[in-house]
Structures are given as C-alpha cells and as structure tokens.
C-alpha cells in the first residue's frame, strides 16, 4: 500500500492504481474536495480506468424542519470560518435536535466512478406533501455514500459513535412560515464541487432560492422578504437604536446595515452605513431600494460622507463575517470603529448604541459536548493514532468558538470579567485578569452580552474543553484570546 502525501499529479509510482480509495467526506459531503480530486484522478491516469473507486457513489436526502436555532444561524460554518460567501449556502446542524415536518426524500444521486464536470449540475424536482404542523424553519440533508461490497456509510442521526463527527446539513428560509399537514410543496437540490443547496417551491411560487445573494443569518434575518414579512423587527431594532429621538442621523458600523436600514424604515431621515465588503454594501443598496430608502454607503474611513447633523447615533450589529464568528473580536471591532467615528465627530453630540458589553466567563456541563470533543483513542479500527490523540488533547486547551444552540447543554455557573465602555476610547493595551469558577463542568468559555436590546451573538461561545476551577484570561486588542487553568488539569 502506498500512501500520497502530496497532488497526484506528482506521483511517480511503477504503475497505475488499481484501487483508490478516498476520506474527503465533510459534515456536508463535498466540502474537503472530493469531487475535483477524483477528476484529477482519474484524467492523470494515476488510477487505471477500470479502477475501483471507494466510495463509489452517494446519495442525498432532504426534508423541512422545525428548529429556532436553525432559522437563526449565523452563517455557513466553513471549518470555523463564519463567512458570508454570498448565495445560499448550507451549515452543520444536528438535525436529531430539530423537528422534522416532512419525510426524507432523494434528492440527489452522485456517481464518483464517473464524477461530474465542474460547474453546478441540478438534481430532479421532487414533489412531496408536509406531514405536520409547524414553523418551517430550514431545508435539512443527510447522505450516504455506498462503500461496494454491500457496504455504505452516512451521516444519519442514527449513525454508529464512531461516526459521530459528521453531522447532518441545514439551509435556513429567507423567512420562516408556518404550514399545514397535506400541503404540496417541491425541493430541488443544486451542487457544486463543495456545496448543496436547495430551491424550494410552493404553489405561492418560490420559498427559498439557491439564486439568493445571501443565506447568512445576518441577512437573512433582514432581507427584504424578511423585513416585508416581520415588520415588528425593524420596529424593535430601530427603538434600541434611536431611543426616541428620530432626528439623529445614524451611522451604522456594522456588517449589512442592518441598523441603518431598520431605522429608514421607522421613519430616520439620514443613515450612513459601513459596508468594508463589497457583498455586504450589494446586499444592503439592493435593501434600500426595494423599500425606497435612501442609504448613503462607504467601505472606508477615508471615504465617509460629510455631514452637518448635530446629534449622531453609531450603531450597529456587532458581528463581523470576516471574524469566524469570534464573539469577542467582533465587540472589539464593533468599539474601535466607534472610537474612530467619535474622533471624526469631536465636539458633537454622539451616542453609540449599544452603549455596553460585558465578558461573561461561563461554566457549561453538557454530555453532548463532551461526546463531540471527548479526547481521540489510541488507536481506531485498529490504526495507530497515537500523535493525532496527543495533538487533540492540545488542542483542547485552546478556545475553539461553537455555537451553544447546537447542543443540549446548560450553564451551570457564570461571572462577568470585563466591561465594554463602547461609548468610552478604545483601551490601549490588552485586557488581563483571574475568574473563579467553582463548579464541576465539562467545559469553560467565554460569551459577550449587550445592553439597550441588542442581542448580539450570545450562543456563539469561546469554549475550552480542557476545564478547572480558576482560569487566567487575556483578550488581544486584535481579538487574540487565551484561557488558562490555574488550578484543576494543568
């Protein structure tokens, strides 16, 4: 058996393969490349063509679901890395967890014996009808691969514990709704080189579209169906950001616009929005022109608009694409921008909204964390793997940052660390201290909370699975965090 470290393209060996046998599955099936390296592959002629490709093919499973969480994720999970890619996009989800509302159909059917050519290539449109009563929140997919032999493997929600590190797909709704057994409904499925996504249909017409320019949270939380559908939201949001006091101008300073737009729509006169993506300042001018709002739009300090207003609000959701997600990162980003702004603005009156964040330090028990991060055997199928335990046990001491709603686990103890002054100058060095948290837990982490009815991203938690009672924490200028046990495991 020989085994390739590096592109097939630079394999030397004495003959063609005879056998080639491929672990690129994802949580998503695609994802790790597996289509693009059997194309090499195979046109190499690294593999004979009458070569046995293991897994030989795979097919793909959806259904609709009901599950809160679902509908409010913040984005496709890329490995950890929280950005907003543009069109619909799919994120690792527990589908065990959520309510299922209609049976499992296929949708899909991949050959890896003859893989696709690159580019997108649509599945069949499947009819079916809804079996209970509930929100809509998510399309969901599962799938599984067939090995030969008789064999195969999947990432069901039933699947053997030694599959557990796959976890099933979920593509949120534009904006969830709420339906009827007996409907009739269609789902096609469209895939790539890594992605699936869905089109869903009703006999309203489309639901949700693959063509979308953004499944994100952020966006989907406020696109424009969104926003025509849930009038209440903007309401709310545009209240904890004016508070009252419609003749300020606002200035939104985080991913989307999405303050700035909420207020427009209440009735502010002027909004400014920092848009340092070009997505973002797409998604948002296609919003504005939809409701007929006029949204001045900058990617750059340098380029902010003039303006002679008195009153000035900095606002904003404080989540950043581009920051994986990182709760602290974004607070930070959130606040420098808004320092940045109060210099420009000297001797004006400037509020900023939300005017306060606090760093929670929390303790969380939790079986299902434990069983999805429990440290590696020594061996697997009876394969050595001794350095990659060693390397995992590491690794359990660094922050890893994962979303809580995608997991049962309670938190059974928590103190606040440190206190955000957004409305103050940006600190000038980094934030240091000790925690005391004195209770058993299966893991400690750090999660941020705002003030003035912003919700922020309080599922989404810097987690350390290497836990103690006492930690030493430090938190980068730049969103660098550490965790340290002073007592317990270290």
Known sequence: INQMSRRSSRWRGHRSICAQVCELADHGLLGEGLLPTLREVLASGTASKDATIIPCGAYVEAALF????????????????????????????????????????????????????????????????????????????????????????????????????????????????????????????????????????????????????????????????????????????????????????????????????????????????????????????????????????????????????????????????????????????????????????????????PGRAVVVAVAIRSSDLSKAYAPLPDRICGVDQKAAAAAWRAARRELVPIDLDEYECDVVAEREIVEFKLSDGFPARAIEGEVSLSCAADAVGLVVRYEDGFEGSESRCLVRFDAGPRLRYSLGLDGRCRLDVVSGSD
């Open 66 to 353: 009901e599950d809160a969480s679902l509908a409010k994720r913040r984005g496709p999970d890329n490995y950890r890395r929280q950005r907003c890619r543009g069109g619909a996009a799919c994120a690792p989800a527990r589908l065990g967890n959520a309510r299922r509302l209609t049976p499992y159909v296929r949708v899909l059917d991949l050959s890896f014996s003859s893989p696709p050519a690159r580019g997108a290539h649509a599945g069949a449109k499947v009819d079916l009808q809804v079996q209970k009563r509930g929100r809509v929140d998510a399309v969901g997919y599962r799938w599984r691969m067939d090995l030969g032999f008789g064999e195969g493997v999947s990432n069901w929600e039933d699947a053997d514990d030694f599959q557990d590190h796959w976890w099933q797909m979920a593509q949120p709704l534009d904006a969830p709704f709420d339906i009827g057994p007996g409907v009739p409904f269609s789902l096609k499925a469209t895939h790539t080189d890594t992605d699936i996504v869905f089109d869903v249909f009703f006999d309203a017409g489309f639901v949700t579209s693959a063509a979308a320019l953004c499944a994100c949270g952020l966006h989907v939380g406020y696109s424009t169906g969104r926003l025509a559908s849930l009038p209440s939201d903007h309401r709310a949001l545009a209240a904890s950001c004016l508070r009252g006091d419609d003749t300020a101008e606002v200035w939104d300073v985080g991913d989307g616009a999405i303050c700035a737009l909420a207020c427009l729509r209440a009735g502010c006169d002027n909004a400014v929005a920092w848009c340092a993506d070009a997505r973002d300042a797409l998604h948002a001018s296609n919003v504005a022109r939809r409701f007929e709002v006029a949204l001045s739009i900058y990617s750059d300090l340098s380029e902010a608009p003039s303006t002679d207003a008195e009153v000035i609000v900095l606002t904003g959701e404080p989540f950043y694409h581009d920051l994986e997600g990182h709760p602290v990162a974004c607070a930070l980003r959130f606040w420098r921008r808004c320092a940045l702004l109060r210099e420009l603005f000297a001797g004006r009156r400037v509020r900023v909204a």
